[in-house]
């Protein structure tokens, strides 16, 4: 019996020591990321401008009073231009072919825009329809040899 209290004790000191070092840990990176001193929190920031092209690694410019910082950030290669990297979108399913246009059409709504970005709240994209007829079951490699 006292040797199952003593196994229990030190179980409690061994979970109540782990969480005082998650609570320290979390602490440090709150410091990290106010590391430049600033005590400035109502920073606007600006688009993200690629290094070079229109993708890929690039910074964007914050100001917030008199300060001004830059920010590393990336454009994915694969955004859609017309709505800007900062605003995220939730999109539903394509749908059918306009035989007058050739076209088929989705739209998406706002998810989130990120950096004070100014986004639409609903957008609506566009791509040519498909002229090939896609089969669910294609011919399956090294099968049916005689």
């Known amino acids: 019996m006292k040797g199952r209290m003593q196994v229990r004790s030190l179980l409690l000191l061994l979970a109540l020591i782990l969480v005082a070092a998650a609570a320290e840990a979390g602490k440090n990176k ?15 920031w600006g688009p993200c401008v690629p290094n070079s092209k ?6 964007r410019e914050g100001t917030c009073k008199d300060e001004s910082k830059k920010l590393k950030c990336k454009i994915p ?10 605003c995220k979108y939730k999109f539903e399913s394509w749908g059918g072919c306009s035989a007058q246009t050739g076209l088929k059409t989705r739209s998406g709504v706002l998810k989130k825009a990120l950096y004070n970005a100014q986004c639409e709240e609903t957008v609506y994209v566009t791509k040519p329809c498909s002229s090939k007829i896609k089969s669910k ?4 490699k090294g099968k049916g040899k005689d």
């Open 54 to 59: 229109d993708c890929g690694l690039g910074y």
């Open 137 to 140: 079951s294609k011919a399956k």
């Open 30 to 44: 709150k410091e990290k990321t106010k590391k430049d001193g600033s005590k400035c929190e109502d920073w606007r």
């Open 77 to 86: 290669c694969n955004w859609k231009k017309k709505f800007g990297a900062d």
